[in-house]
């Protein structure tokens, strides 16, 4: 992942709320907010 697409997975998390989805898709919609934050944070370690 580039340094753009970090920004772009960042601006997803912050600007979709859960409470915007109906409840049978909430923990489909958490589980892929994890999978992203994990594969952020894999990327950030192997800039730094």
Known sequence: ????E???VMYF?????S???PETE???FLMQK???ARTLS?????VI
């Open 1 to 4: 992942m580039t340094y753009k």
């Open 34 to 36: 994890v999978q992203a």
């Open 13 to 17: 998390l912050k600007t979709n709320s």
């Open 26 to 28: 909430h923990i489909t």
């Open 6 to 8: 970090n920004g772009q």
């Open 19 to 21: 409470s915007l989805l």
């Open 42 to 46: 894999m990327s950030l370690k192997l």
